[in-house]
């Protein structure tokens, strides 16, 4: 009934994988506007969206010996053009207090089934966590959840996705994602509230790539707030871009930085490959 587990394992893996230089994947907002539909399948959906494979996974709840819960995470990969089980990975069976070591152990095996030649730094990248508290991760994904589900854009639900994004940070002041999600929340709602929020997401998201000077939601916000200095946002987003290297929206960041900068050519490039 509670499906926060399993957005936050999607959320993860997707994340972890996107980073690495020889896999494209597919946006997840892009991803989610088919899955939404009842009745999808995974061959389906990755048609709709020109993938070649599609990574799914069942998880399942349980009970331990002790009474405690555990999930039983059974990941696998479509192949597309078939609708076959291109590969399938032996259950796992988790606790929900350690959320984060299925997440890089599932990103992992799939890169390897997929042939994905990991270099080490990858794989210390892949490894890391973005933040060692259940709260403050559950936090993220339920704030995640209500900006997702906004479709209105409606301003009192922006709301209450910050209120969950200040909550994960201050729980771990260190999440540098939570504060990434706290500037792009705040920069949005900036339409209504007017330059005081917008000065607000902009400390924010420099207090983010102070701790990691990669994470999308934060680098979109000082994008989004820089334009009118087009040369340090770019250098901000080519190494952002760099880490994420199928992250589509900043990708469309980039593409305009260039465009500021007078640098076609390079824009052009970088519209070649936001689009499938």
């Given at each position: 009934?509670?499906?926060?587990?399993?957005?936050?394992?999607?959320?993860?893996?997707?994340?972890?994988?996107?980073?690495?230089?020889?896999?494209?994947?597919i946006?997840?907002?892009?991803?989610?506007?088919?899955?939404?539909?009842?009745?999808?399948?995974?061959?389906?959906?990755?048609?709709?969206?020109?993938?070649?494979?599609?990574?799914?996974?069942?998880?399942?709840?349980?009970?331990?010996?002790?009474?405690?819960?555990?999930?039983?995470?059974?990941?696998?990969?479509?192949?597309?053009?078939?609708?076959?089980?291109?590969?399938?990975?032996?259950?796992?069976?988790?606790?929900p207090?350690?959320?984060?070591?299925?997440?890089?152990?599932?990103?992992?095996?799939?890169?390897?089934?997929?042939?994905?030649?990991?270099?080490?730094?990858?794989?210390?990248?892949?490894?890391?966590?973005?933040?060692?508290?259940?709260?403050?991760?559950?936090?993220?994904?339920r704030?995640?959840?209500?900006?997702?589900?906004?479709t209105?854009?409606?301003?009192s639900?922006?709301e209450?996705?910050?209120?969950?994004?200040?909550?994960?940070?201050?729980?771990?002041?260190?999440?540098?994602?939570?504060?990434?999600?706290?500037?792009q929340?705040?920069?949005?709602?900036?339409?209504?509230?007017?330059?005081?929020?917008?000065?607000?997401?902009?400390?924010?998201?420099?207090?983010?790539?102070?701790?990691?000077?990669?994470?999308?939601?934060?680098?979109?916000?000082?994008?989004?707030?820089?334009?009118?200095?087009?040369?340090?946002?770019?250098?901000?987003l080519?190494?952002?871009?760099?880490?994420?290297?199928?992250?589509?929206?900043?990708?469309?960041?980039?593409?305009?930085?260039?465009?500021?900068?007078?640098?076609?050519?390079?824009?052009?490039?970088?519209?070649?490959?936001?689009?499938?």
């Open positions: 009934a509670d499906s926060s587990f399993a957005d936050g394992l999607r959320d993860a893996v997707t994340g972890k994988l996107a980073r690495l230089g020889g896999l494209s994947v946006d997840r907002k892009s991803v989610a506007s088919l899955t939404a539909s009842q009745g999808t399948s995974a061959q389906q959906a990755g048609k709709s969206l020109g993938a070649d494979f599609v990574l799914q996974a069942s998880v399942r709840w349980a009970k331990g010996a002790d009474g405690e819960p555990l999930v039983r995470v059974s990941p696998s990969l479509i192949r597309v053009s078939d609708g076959t089980t291109h590969w399938a990975g032996e259950p796992e069976i988790v606790s207090a350690d959320p984060f070591t299925i997440q890089a152990s599932v990103a992992r095996r799939v890169a390897e089934a997929l042939d994905v030649v990991i270099g080490a730094r990858e794989r210390t990248t892949m490894a890391m966590r973005a933040t060692e508290d259940t709260g403050a991760f559950a936090a993220v994904i704030g995640k959840r209500i900006s997702e589900e906004n209105t854009a409606s301003y639900e922006y209450k996705a910050l209120r969950q994004f200040e909550r994960a940070y201050l729980l771990d002041p260190r999440y540098a994602d939570a504060l990434g999600l706290a500037a929340t705040t920069a949005t709602m900036s339409y209504s509230g007017g330059t005081k929020m917008l000065d607000s997401a902009s400390v924010l998201a420099q207090q983010a790539l102070a701790l990691d000077p990669t994470p999308p939601h934060a680098v979109a916000t000082v994008a989004f707030r820089g334009l009118g200095r087009p040369s340090e946002a770019l250098v901000i080519r190494r952002a871009v760099r880490e994420n290297p199928s992250n589509v929206e900043l990708l469309g960041y980039e593409q305009r930085a260039l465009q500021y900068v007078g640098d076609s050519a390079a824009a052009w490039e970088a519209v070649k490959r936001v689009l499938p």
